[in-house]
Structure formats: structure tokens, C-alpha cells
């Protein structure tokens, strides 16, 4: 029900919204943004600057798969000259334009592939990239389950999943009160799914073939990391 309405002028992520320039500059200015995430969910934005810096330490030759890559903060892990194949795919094409420019400003376009992707059905084979990441993702997807199984399977054995996500905690705990507002918004724009508890995020890793796992809350942001087995 809640999937099929939309709020007017909102629109979907495809429909590049005004909501995913604002998110977009947020991540992009670690003090004027990183207050506002401060404030809106309790969470620190350094923390996702650390996760993607595990990119960076990907020896070349290594393949990245970068999904849901939005505006492209994560390619501030990434090292010109670094020699890997880094696949920055989303749904929406405005995304892949961002990424695209932010590659070029970064001097790092050369290893970036833009791909249209959903991550429901991912164009990719089981096993192709040593490392995956997926930053403020799980919580955007119709189905985060079925995302966290595509992630796994084109992960390689050995390879990591890392990434971060909006979650569903209790209202007491871990910023959660400060989110209610934004949850029912989110989804009836479309663009907010239903997210997941920690619990079941772990155990879709495990599921989809992961150990070591890893999770940890800034506020209402889980990051987790994952070794595939
Ligand atoms: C909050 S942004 C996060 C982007 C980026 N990783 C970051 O941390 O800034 C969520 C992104 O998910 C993308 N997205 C939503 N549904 C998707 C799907 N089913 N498959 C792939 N990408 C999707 C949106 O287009 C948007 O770019």
C-alpha cells in the first residue's frame, strides 16, 4: 500500500529528486553536512569516510562494485593511478552523472565504469568483485533481503561486503526517535523501503554465504562488514 503512493513533488529516485541533491551535498560537506546528520539521525558522517577508505587499500587489479553509488561519496576511498575496476552502478542515471563528474574531480574516471543496475537483479557474475560496498543503501530498497543475497553472490570467496544502512530500531535507542518522522515519508515518496532490524541484516549475510561479521550502530546508521566465505 504504502509502495504504490507517492507524495507530490517528491517522486522516486529515478525521477532524481530535489531531496537527492540535498542528500547528496550532506555527504559531501563533512561540517555543514555532517551536522545535519547530527541532528537528523544521530550519526557521525566521519564513520562512512572510514568505511570507504577500505577501497583505497585494494591491491591493483582488484575489481570494486560501488551499489547503490549515488552522487559518488564513496570514491574518496578510491586512489588515482590505484589500478582497479571500480563499477559504480544505481538505478538512476542522475546518480551515475554525479559519480561520473565526482570521478573526473577526483582524477580517479579512468578506473570507474558507470553501470544502470538494480540491485535486485544484478547484471553480474556470481564471484566478480573482490570487494563490494554499499553506503545509506539497504534502507532505500523495495527489498533489502533479496539486495543483500545479489551482493553476496557477486562477491568473491574471500571478498568483502561493507556498507551502511538507515535501520530499524526501537524508538528509545540509537537515535530512532529522531527518524520517525522521516520513515512514513520516506516510503510514501518511494524513496525509503522498508529497511531491516539489525538482526535481520546479519542474518542475510550469513545466508548469503558471509562470516565475520560485523555491525555497529552511529545512531540510527548500522555499518557492518562481512568476509565471504
Ligand atoms: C541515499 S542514496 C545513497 C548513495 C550513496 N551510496 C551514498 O552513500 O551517498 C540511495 C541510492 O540508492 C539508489 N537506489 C534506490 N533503489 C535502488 C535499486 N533498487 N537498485 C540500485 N540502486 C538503487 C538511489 O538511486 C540512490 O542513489
Redesign the pocket.
Known amino acids: 500500500m504504502l509502495d504504490r503512493l507517492r507524495v507530490p513533488g517528491l517522486g ?3 525521477d532524481d529528486p530535489l531531496w ?1 541533491s540535498f ?2 551535498w550532506s ?1 559531501e560537506h563533512p561540517r555543514a553536512g555532517g551536522a545535519v546528520w547530527r541532528l537528523g539521525i544521530g550519526s557521525d558522517l566521519r564513520k ?1 569516510y572510514d568505511a570507504a577508505a577500505e577501497i583505497g587499500r585494494q591491491p591493483a587489479g582488484s575489481a570494486v562494485l ?9 570514491l574518496r576511498g578510491l586512489r588515482p593511478g590505484q589500478g582497479v575496476r571500480y563499477v559504480a ?4 542515471q ?2 551515475l552523472d554525479r559519480t561520473m563528474s565526482a570521478a573526473h574531480e577526483r582524477g580517479v574516471a579512468d578506473q570507474v565504469e558507470p553501470r544502470l ?4 537483479a544484478l547484471p553480474f557474475a556470481d564471484g566478480e568483485f573482490d570487494l563490494v ?5 539497504l ?4 527489498d533489502p533481503h533479496r ?1 543483500v543475497l545479489e551482493m553476496g553472490r557477486v562477491t568473491h570467496a574471500g571478498g568483502v561486503l561493507t ?2 544502512a538507515l535501520l530499524n530500531t526501537s524508538p528509545f535507542s540509537h537515535g530512532g526517535l529522531r527518524t520517525l518522522p522521516l520513515r512514513p515519508v520516506g516510503r510514501l515518496s518511494g ?1 525509503l ?1 522498508p529497511s531491516a532490524t539489525r538482526d535481520e541484516v546479519q542474518t542475510w549475510l550469513a545466508e548469503a554465504g558471509f562470516g565475520d561479521i560485523t555491525l555497529e550502530m552511529s545512531g540510527a546508521m548500522g555499518y557492518f562488514r562481512a568476509l565471504k566465505r
Open positions: 522516486g529516485w529515478s537527492a542528500y547528496d555527504v562512512l560501488d551499489i547503490p553509488c549515488g552522487g559518488g561519496v564513496a552502478a544505481d538505478i538512476a542522475a546518480m543496475a538494480d540491485v535486485g560496498v554499499s553506503f545509506t543503501g534502507h532505500c530498497f523495495p539486495a556498507g551502511s524513496l523501503g
